[in-house]
């Protein structure tokens, strides 16, 4: 499977496609109503901001607790179920006069049940398609996500402005709605990938069983720090130019779209092979020219090509599904996703104290050399052949492992 169209013709694929382009909709509309929500309740920027990112946060804890539920479940009813109580829980947000210590809660549950879903989500992908066209179905998902994203922003805000924030909300949750219609309607029934049942005992047991070989700690580091750096980065665009961080953004996205379509798509698997270190670097280095406090032109150039380098993600995802057995694919991608998400929130947090004590142009250099530091300590564990010299011995071991049971 080489090409996009031929991705599209397989039905469960283009159902799991709608299911996480209404999901990200859906999240970034809610996402937006609960800040203005919050924010004009309790006139907090923090809760504000807890508002709209805490589920990202929240996803820690679920991949502590009720990870193992993504290869535990039968993948349609799942996501269905999912649908349905992220409508539900959205909904209970629009509530008029919800006081914030119902509200945050709720979104704390929601944020939980976001990490199981997508192990779910993943796990399900790497089941519909062959090892080949895993990547490429990745990477169709990572290019429908920035401008379901950027739409969602626009449509949220302008829903705010029209009705009101509980109003966005009711939108958000009929989005939610829409992913469940699209998973119970378009994907087929499945058994789970794995035996028995749900708990955070076999949670911790499969999140120790994935983290005890040492080529997938490796990639586990290598796909959540370098990248959480950046994110960091990324994050001081406001302080270095107010006026001009909403283009910086952008030139963003569109280098992330081109990295994602020259690795999931334009590159052949020979020439992929090997790239997943220098796309790391090139994720981080171009920011060292921000140490010169360039203008607008040269930033956005540098940010352009910078952005490009987030293409490692899709190799290193790759690699971390050839190190996996398939009965713990769901549950060892849902932790990727639930690690990144907090080692962004991580790299956001390091990257605004370096600015609090030095400047934004400062810090920003500074956290791209700390995320290619870490590459360069990564990258001999990171060598194709001594990943693939390892692996066979981790992968017979895993093999032998008894199936973590609930």
């Given at each position: 499977?080489?090409?996009?169209?031929?991705?599209?013709?397989?039905?469960?694929?283009?159902?799991?496609?709608?299911?996480?382009?209404?999901?990200?909709?859906?999240?970034?509309?809610?996402?937006?109503?609960?800040?203005?929500?919050?924010?004009?309740?309790?006139?907090?920027?923090?809760?504000?901001?807890?508002?709209?990112?805490?589920?990202?946060?929240?996803?820690?804890?679920?991949?502590?607790?009720?990870?193992?539920?993504?290869?535990?479940?039968?993948?349609?009813?799942?996501l269905?179920?999912?649908?349905?109580?992220l409508?539900?829980?959205?909904?209970?947000?629009?509530?008029?006069?919800?006081?914030?210590?119902?509200?945050?809660?709720?979104?704390?549950?929601?944020?939980?049940?976001?990490?199981?879903?997508?192990?779910?989500?993943?796990?399900?992908?790497?089941?519909?398609?062959?090892?080949?066209?895993?990547?490429?179905?990745?990477s169709?998902?990572?290019?429908?996500?920035?401008?379901?994203?950027?739409g969602?922003?626009?449509?949220?805000?302008?829903?705010?402005?029209?009705?009101?924030?509980?109003?966005?909300?009711?939108?958000?949750?009929?989005?939610?709605?829409?992913?469940?219609?699209?998973?119970r309607?378009?994907l087929?029934?499945?058994?789970?990938?794995?035996?028995?049942?749900?708990?955070?005992?076999?949670?911790?047991?499969?999140?120790?069983?994935l983290?005890?070989?040492?080529?997938?700690?490796?990639?586990?580091?290598?796909?959540?720090?370098?990248?959480?750096?950046?994110?960091?980065?990324?994050?001081?665009?406001?302080?270095?130019?107010?006026?001009?961080?909403?283009?910086?953004?952008?030139?963003?996205?569109?280098?992330?779209?081109?990295?994602?379509?020259?690795?999931?798509?334009?590159?052949?698997?020979?020439?992929?092979?090997?790239?997943?270190?220098?796309?790391?670097?090139?994720?981080?280095?171009?920011?060292?020219g921000?140490?010169?406090?360039?203008?607008?032109?040269?930033?956005?150039?540098?940010?352009?090509?910078?952005?490009?380098?987030?293409?490692?993600?899709?190799?290193?995802?790759?690699?971390?599904?050839?190190?996996?057995?398939?009965?713990?694919?769901?549950?060892?991608?849902?932790?990727?996703?639930?690690?990144?998400?907090?080692?962004?929130?991580?790299?956001a947090?390091?990257?605004?104290?370096?600015?609090?004590?030095?400047?934004?142009?400062?810090?920003?250099?500074?956290?791209?050399?700390?995320?290619?530091?870490?590459?360069?300590?990564?990258?001999?564990?990171?060598?194709?052949?001594?990943?693939?010299?390892?692996?066979?011995g981790?992968?017979?071991?895993?093999?032998?492992?008894?199936?973590?049971?609930?």
């Open positions: 499977m080489r090409t996009y169209r031929e991705l599209f013709r397989e039905r469960e694929f283009t159902a799991l496609f709608l299911f996480s382009a209404a999901q990200t909709a859906a999240q970034t509309v809610a996402g937006l109503a609960l800040g203005v929500l919050v924010f004009r309740r309790t006139d907090s920027p923090l809760l504000a901001a807890l508002a709209m990112f805490g589920p990202a946060f929240a996803q820690l804890l679920g991949a502590a607790t009720v990870l193992s539920a993504a290869d535990r479940l039968p993948p349609r009813a799942a269905t179920g999912l649908g349905g109580l409508a539900l829980g959205t909904a209970v947000q629009a509530v008029p006069g919800l006081p914030p210590g119902v509200l945050f809660p709720v979104l704390l549950a929601l944020g939980v049940a976001g990490a199981a879903g997508g192990g779910v989500r993943y796990g399900l992908l790497h089941e519909l398609l062959s090892r080949d066209g895993y990547l490429l179905g990745r169709a998902l990572g290019l429908a996500s920035g401008p379901v994203q950027i969602g922003f626009a449509i949220g805000g302008a829903l705010v402005a029209a009705l009101t924030p509980s109003g966005a909300l009711l939108t958000a949750a009929a989005l939610h709605l829409l992913s469940a219609g699209a998973a309607v378009g087929r029934r499945r058994p789970p990938r794995a035996a028995g049942r749900p708990s955070v005992a076999a949670t911790w047991r499969a999140n120790a069983q983290w005890s070989s040492a080529p997938r700690r490796c990639v586990y580091l290598a796909l959540w720090v370098p990248n959480g750096l950046v994110v960091g980065v990324e994050a001081l665009y406001v302080p270095y130019r107010p006026d001009a961080a909403g283009l910086l953004f952008a030139v963003g996205a569109l280098g992330m779209l081109v990295g994602d379509v020259l690795v999931g798509r334009v590159l052949p698997a020979h020439r992929r092979e090997g790239l997943a270190v220098p796309l790391c670097v090139l994720l981080a280095a171009p920011y060292l921000f140490a010169l406090e360039p203008g607008l032109p040269v930033a956005a150039a540098l940010v352009a090509v910078a952005t490009v380098g987030y293409g490692a993600g899709l190799l290193l995802q790759e690699r971390l599904v050839a190190l996996t057995p398939p009965e713990l694919s769901g549950q060892a991608l849902g932790l990727h996703g639930s690690g990144m998400l907090a080692m962004q929130g991580v790299g947090a390091v990257a605004g104290a370096f600015a609090e004590l030095t400047s934004a142009t400062t810090a920003m250099a500074g956290t791209a050399a700390a995320s290619l530091a870490v590459t360069a300590l990564l990258a001999p564990g990171l060598r194709r052949e001594g990943v693939l010299r390892r692996a066979e981790g992968r017979s071991g895993a093999s032998a492992a008894p199936r973590p049971q609930g």
